[in-house]
């Protein structure tokens, strides 16, 4: 056993150091999110300082948050390895050292590289751990923990958005990377929180079982020179086959593949896939947008305050209703319906003009971004079982960094080509309308298929035919095998063989 997972607790604690674990995930969580979105204020400044297009400066947000999702494998294996704790100090200080390397960037590459990918990885270092330690923490109150510590985002975004804009003003974007760069490492605090379940009794178990080992083969090895055997008995001499299996087993342990196999685990990831194509881009291009129009710099920064307000009262109520007897058992259709409803705030923005029609828009947005994002993952948990949910995570999130890749630059393309942002709001309204609407039918078709698959197994659980036919045929193969001739005596001499080496050993 790992020592992430040595030593735990029985079962969640519901309580207790849980909550201090909740308010660690809400920063770390809060700065995994809200971040990519927050430096967005930067970017009209940015593109004017490097002369470059929207599509060009899209980049950095979209390789931070492609980074942030695509490193999920990579944080399941170090959670797995190491434990949540380590991971997420580790993290807090990668982010801080690529926020201070940007501040002396001379290039838009320079910015990718420090901004997109160190930056990146270091809030993808945050992101996971939080989400698995408050899955071993709570079991009956998990949708209220995962609602509050997915609460942070808005909070972080609300107070990012007006900070990013005074320090900008006050030091210049150089010296706002900078602050920021000391901003985050309050992560590795964060991260200090995160105390793991129980004592570790892995070292102790591993010792047992190697003794245990050493103890079998000399019994063997005596056994066969008593006998007068052979001394030299080959008992971890392995096949090519064998080493091949061992390999998979190893990596299967980090990251469980046979989860490409689950149906709901398939329906969740490519609804996700094609939902995120068009998810984060009007949150980046929403302060651009403002400014674009003619809005002054604090108003167009303040509309990402609203949605955050908003957004942070969204997510522990969305949370509270998803704990409700009435939506738990069918919380997918509570999240196909969040993602539609999202999708249809930004196919309606281009009718908004002026401010107060934005205003209106970020109050309807910010409702509907913290529905999806504090189902998120409790949708997969609830697919997958807390077992297989880290696993779950690094999977999907690996998925879904391309089309989070693709998201924002591909706006910036429609915003260059035709001068216009309200073609880059229908676009991601279409597709996230779509990826609704995937999930809702197809979520509807699991129900029914569990639910025929459960009913056939009561029935042939209940049915004493069914039990004595398969008896009956298991006896019927039993005896055609003992009376089948010597063609298959070799089979039996060897299968004897066997049953007595087994029985030596």
């Known amino acids: 056993p790992s020592p992430a997972n040595a030593g735990q607790a029985p079962g969640p604690l519901d309580g207790g150091w849980g909550w201090v674990v909740v308010f660690g995930a809400f920063i770390s969580i809060g700065f995994a999110y809200a971040f990519p979105k927050g430096v967005a204020i930067f970017f009209k400044e940015i593109q004017d300082f490097f002369g470059t297009s929207y599509s060009e400066i899209a980049w950095v947000s979209s390789i931070m948050l492609a980074t942030t999702y695509g490193a ?28 201070v390397s940007a501040a002396f960037c001379t290039s838009i590459l320079q910015l990718y590289i420090c901004v997109g990918f160190i930056t990146g990885l270091g809030l993808a270092l ?26 942070g985002s808005p909070v972080m975004l609300c107070t990012l958005a007006p900070l990013n804009q005074f320090l900008f003003d006050n030091f210049g974007w150089r010296g706002s990377f900078l602050i920021l760069g000391a901003i985050l490492l309050n992560c590795c605090v964060a991260g200090a929180l995160f105390r ?61 593949f046979s989860l490409f196999k689950h149906r709901g685990f398939l ?28 809005i002054d710099e604090y108003s167009a920064a303040f509309l990402l305050s609203i949605l955050a307000i908003v957004d942070m009262i969204a997510r522990p109520t969305t949370g509270i209703i998803a704990n409700s007897k009435w939506v738990r058992p069918r919380i997918q259709y509570f999240f196909s319906f969040a993602i539609t409803f999202n999708g249809t705030c930004h196919l309606l923005c281009p009718l908004a003009s ?95 298929m569990l639910a025929k698959e459960e009913k056939e197994r009561k029935v042939k659980e209940e049915d004493p035919k069914s039990v004595r036919t398969e008896n009956e045929g298991r006896n019927n193969w039993n005896k055609e095998t003992t009376q089948d001739g010597p063609e298959l005596e070799p089979l039996r001499e060897e299968q004897e063989g066997l049953k007595k080496e087994v029985n030596g050993t």
């Open 354 to 448: 002026g401010y107060t029609g934005l205003v209106i828009y970020s109050i309807f947005f910010g409702l509907a971004f913290g529905m999806v994002c504090a189902m998120l993952f409790e949708t997969l948990m609830d697919l997958v079982g807390a077992a297989r949910f880290t696993s779950a995570v690094g999977l999907v999130t690996i998925a879904e960094c391309c089309t989070i890749l693709l998201g924002p630059p591909i706006g910036g393309t429609l915003i260059d080509t035709f001068g216009d942002y309200k073609y880059m709001f229908i676009k991601c309204g279409v597709v996230m309308v779509l990826a609704g609407t995937f999930l809702f039918i197809m979520n509807y078709y699991n129900y029914r």
């Open 126 to 151: 945050n992101l996971q751990p939080s989400v698995i330690m408050i899955g071993k923490y709570f079991l009956k109150r998990r949708p209220i923990a995962n609602g509050l510590a997915m609460a």
């Open 72 to 99: 999920g494998p990579i944080s399941s294996i170090l959670v797995n390895r190491y434990g949540s704790r380590p991971v997420v100090i580790f993290g807090g200080l990668l982010c801080g050292v690529g926020m």
């Open 267 to 294: 329906i969740y990831l490519i609804g996700n896939v094609l939902m995120f194509l068009g998810f984060f881009a009007p949150i980046v291009f929403l302060a651009p947008y403002a400014k674009h129009i003619g």
């Open 196 to 256: 793991p379940i129980g004592a570790a009794t892995a070292p102790t178990k591993i010792q047992t079982t190697e003794e245990g080992k050493v103890t079998l083969k000399e019994q063997v090895t005596k056994d066969a020179m008593e006998m007068g055997g052979p001394t030299n008995i080959p008992m971890e001499t392995k096949t090519e086959e064998e080493g091949e299996k061992d390999c998979c087993e190893k990596i299967n342990q980090y990251l469980d």
